[in-house]
């Protein structure tokens, strides 16, 4: 055969929106080509009178090489490249593809989903009977990732799960986002830590975090005491007491939280006229010890 028969043909890029078949497939096609020759031509495109390389026809071209049976081509012209990616679609319905695969197919043959083009897809995603709003999840996978893009296509990955993982980056990002302002709201030296690279924010979120459950600890004791020595006032040990505790109790009397658990160390039977009288009488205590 002559060494030029199987020459690198360049692929039109459109061509490349579709995945090449698997080893399996590919065999099974140049067997078939083996036994009963080439059915269908391969296409070239030729643009304003430049050949583009294979619009139509990759697998045939590949197969042909291992069967070892010289390929015959036609040469179609097309105005301009936006009509060879519309060959290149209409000829989907032909291709062993899932619906995941095919509307990531036409996301990467119109990604930009507008005008003519979107017109275009949406007339080739109801004949194959793929909905827009899969093309739709197919194209936000593609802006986040071409890389998981091609995966769908190729049918590494489904398109579902390729849409449950740019989710889960987003909220990631936006995650992180968020406790970059919070920590500049609530601890911008953290904040700033992380803007000279000093820490990760993972680590100044853990710190950050440290610091919270390390105020609330501090602030249940701070309460316990309180309630103690506030107890402690009601059954007359008050001689200890200052117009600060005073002042600090009349706060956090305000505090249902606070008032309930007094409520219960102060033993009152919970009708509302004894809370009532209980707290008078505290407050009278409390009066006498703030004077």
Request: charged share 35%; proline share 2%; with cysteine.
């Amino acid at each position: 055969m002559d060494g030029d028969l199987f020459a690198e043909i360049p692929i039109h890029p459109a061509a490349e929106c579709f995945r090449l078949m698997r080893e399996d497939e590919l065999n099974s096609l140049a067997a078939d080509i083996a036994e009963h020759g080439q059915r269908d031509a391969i296409t070239l495109g030729r643009v304003k009178g430049k050949e583009v390389g294979i619009v139509d026809g990759r697998n045939r071209y590949r197969a042909c090489q291992i069967a070892s049976i010289e390929p015959h081509f036609i040469t179609v012209d097309f105005k301009d490249d936006e009509e060879v990616r519309a060959f290149v679609v209409s000829r989907s319905e032909r291709r062993n593809v899932t619906k995941g695969e095919h509307a990531m197919a036409l996301a990467l043959a119109y990604p930009g989903g507008q005008g003519k083009k979107d017109d275009d897809a949406r007339t080739s995603a109801e004949t194959a009977e793929v909905s827009m709003r899969r093309v739709q999840v197919a194209r936000q996978v593609l802006r986040y990732s071409r890389e998981l893009a091609l995966a769908v296509r190729d049918g590494i990955t489904k398109l579902d799960e390729a849409l449950d993982t740019v989710k889960r980056a987003v909220a990631d990002l936006e995650s992180d986002e968020t406790r970059l302002r919070v920590l500049r709201s609530d601890a911008a030296d953290l904040a700033d830590l992380v803007d000279e690279e000093r820490l990760i924010l993972a680590e100044a979120w853990r710190a950050y975090e440290q610091r919270i459950e390390d105020a609330k600890r501090a602030e249940q004791s701070k309460r316990e005491t309180l309630l103690r020595l506030t107890e402690a006032a009601y059954r007359g040990a008050s001689a200890w007491c200052s117009a600060k505790f005073v002042t600090e109790v009349e706060e956090r009397i305000a505090d249902d939280d606070f008032r309930e658990q007094l409520i219960s160390r102060l033993r009152l039977d919970g009708k509302p006229e004894n809370i009532r009288t209980g707290i008078i009488a505290l407050a009278k205590i409390l009066g006498r010890i703030g004077g």
